[in-house]
């Protein structure tokens, strides 16, 4: 038995190695009509395991495109479109940037850190203490998520006056608020275990 880990490398993994195939014979095909039919129903069969793809724009112009591609441009037919040219598939694309910043608290996340900054440039009205108050409890939910150890009121009050530069002031309403919120840690859901312990037995009889 031969495996695939021990064939060739398949171009489009996504259309499968028996598409693959069918365009590698295609291209050993003397007779030119016969080898513009053969392509003509590799593209069929292609566009039928792509169904989803169907109302996308250019559907068959990218079917042609990826039989060109796989037959490593080596199939010489009459196809209603013009083959992509070879150097274009050979150039990388420019790598994305990816945003580089650095987060002293790394549990609570970057969102929740600027969140803290926004609020500490505001000036003091109840919904300026409602949104640290929301905060504040997000706060601990990320710190019992991401932490082993017993929750710690006066770390999260160290950690918001630091994030926000000293502009956000522990008064005693909101150190009492974010002591007396209740956070209970959520266990970690498997969907297996939690189908079979959800399953019904059926009765012995």
Not at 133 to 152: C, D, F, P, V
């Amino acid at each position: 038995m031969e495996y695939n880990t021990l064939q060739k490398k398949l171009i489009l993994p996504e259309y499968g190695r028996h598409v693959h195939m069918m365009v590698q014979y295609a291209t050993q095909i003397k007779d030119r009509d016969q080898r513009n039919i053969a392509a003509q129903t590799i593209v069929g069969v292609m566009g039928s395991l792509m169904p989803h793809l169907r109302d996308a724009p250019d559907f068959k112009h990218k079917l042609w495109d990826h039989l060109f591609i796989i037959s490593d441009f080596k199939l010489d037919i009459d196809a209603p479109y013009s083959p992509p040219a070879e150097t274009e598939m050979a150039d990388k694309p420019n790598m994305v940037p990816y945003p580089q910043s650095q987060i002293r608290q790394k549990h609570y996340g970057k969102i929740l850190a600027d969140m803290i900054r926004e609020a500490g440039k505001l000036e003091d009205c109840p919904q300026r203490d409602s949104l640290i108050q929301l905060l504040a409890t997000q706060m601990k939910k990320s710190y019992i998520a991401w932490n082993r150890s017993e929750l710690n009121q006066e770390q999260i009050v160290q950690d918001i006056l630091d994030i926000s530069d000293g502009k956000i002031q522990m008064n005693p309403d909101l150190l009492q608020f974010i002591e007396s919120t209740p956070v209970v840690k959520e266990p970690a859901f498997y969907p297996q275990q939690g189908k079979m312990k959800n399953k019904k037995r059926k009765p012995k009889y």
